[in-house]
């Protein structure tokens, strides 16, 4: 049976600032030793430099540590993904899992948010990109599944993960073992990493069949509509959240998930928001959702053929400000105007993650 949970958003006032963290520990809306994960967006450039993400993930963990008594390790292992990039109006925030007491809520048949955590077996840099990636990936995704008690794959409605990229040292590294990696330079293994990820992660949840090496990242109609993939230099293994619903433990949230077919599908967020359970008029706006809506977590992408709805952009082929920061930004903003709030979490390179040019939503409601 899995553990209730507390899942609340708080912004972050600065890069390093963990106060509403420690404010929500204080107040006792959540225990520090219960904290299960946190999903964030950090203020940097959201490439493979941005070292915003370590600075909040030291912050955010000096604090469990301070306010629990958990030792460092344990604290360690906790799952906290940060993705970089608050381009446009995305505001830097972040969710916060934590378990409740058994008998702090009451238990029900109705579908309630848990959350469960696993660990990849090591991603060597020859695994990044390839079939192996993969492999590990669905085998991880599956113990995340048994850890949040579920079952049925149907009941997952959002995965998301934390892979290593491909850095200069970490391909030196394969070439000094005689082995060889995707790419001979880091820029582009972000992408590369991310769609991969999904790509096992859709495996997993039987959503397509095990890839052959020529379809990853080439075969673009192949793709997870739960994954949200990050990847970072902060670990060598996937770090993988599976957030989904269970009957019979209780609590005040639920999850759902639809996806955007295009950069401007309003309708695929709200899609995502009835999917979770709030009932909505057939024209909603952000005033109908009330205090309802925890948070909104999206994937996007620029599509490969430079259009939107027909229309022609140059987001492809500009070289001053790259496309990643563009359609984030514009992601960012329809969503905002969905939610009436720029604390979103939207994240870029969404290859196999969604419909091409579009992605995958998820959204967490009071139930």
Not at 186 to 199: K, Y
Request: aromatic residues 4%; negative net charge; glycine residues 10%.
């Amino acid at each position: 049976m899995p553990a209730p949970i507390e899942v609340r958003k708080v912004p972050l006032h600065n890069v390093s600032d963990a106060s509403e963290l420690a404010k929500l520990i204080d107040d006792g809306v959540m225990e520090a030793d219960r904290v299960v994960a946190v999903i964030g967006k950090t203020e940097g450039n959201g490439g493979i430099n941005d070292y915003t993400r370590i600075i909040a993930d030291r912050a955010f963990r000096e604090v469990l540590l301070e306010k629990g008594s958990r030792s460092k390790e344990e604290v360690g292992d906790i799952p906290i993904v940060w993705s970089g990039g608050t381009d446009g109006v995305i505001s830097p925030h972040a969710t916060i899992f934590a378990t409740l007491p058994e008998d702090a809520v009451e238990k029900t048949d109705e579908p309630r948010l848990t959350v469960g955590y696993a660990m990849s077996d090591v991603l060597l840099p020859e695994d990044i990109g390839r079939v192996a990636m993969v492999e590990k990936v669905a085998e991880g995704v599956k113990k995340a599944m048994a850890a949040a008690g579920i079952t049925d794959p149907a009941d997952v409605h959002y995965v998301q993960t934390k892979t290593p990229l491909l850095t200069i040292d970490t391909i030196r590294d394969a070439h000094q073992r005689g082995e060889t990696t995707i790419l001979e330079e880091p820029h582009g293994s972000m992408d590369i990493s991310n769609g991969t990820t999904a790509l096992g992660i859709a495996v997993a949840l039987g959503e397509i069949e095990m890839p052959t090496q020529e379809q990853v990242m080439r075969d673009l109609s192949l793709y997870s509509s739960v994954a949200s993939c990050s990847s970072g230099v902060e670990l060598d293994r996937a770090q993988i959240v599976v957030v989904g619903n269970a009957r019979g433990h209780g609590g005040s949230y639920r999850v759902g998930h639809s996806v955007m077919k295009d950069a401007l599908d309003q309708d695929g967020i709200w899609s995502a928001i009835r999917d979770a359970g709030l009932e909505l008029p057939e024209r909603p706006h952000h005033t109908d959702l009330g205090d309802r809506l925890v948070n909104v977590f999206l994937k996007c992408e620029a599509s490969p053929d430079g259009k939107v709805r027909g229309r022609r952009n140059a987001m492809l082929d500009d070289s001053d400000v790259s496309w990643h920061r563009q359609i984030k930004a514009t992601v960012g903003g329809v969503t905002a105007s969905v939610t009436g709030d720029p604390a979103v979490f939207v994240s870029v390179a969404a290859v196999h993650q969604g419909p091409s040019g579009g992605g995958p939503v998820a959204a967490i409601v009071k139930a």
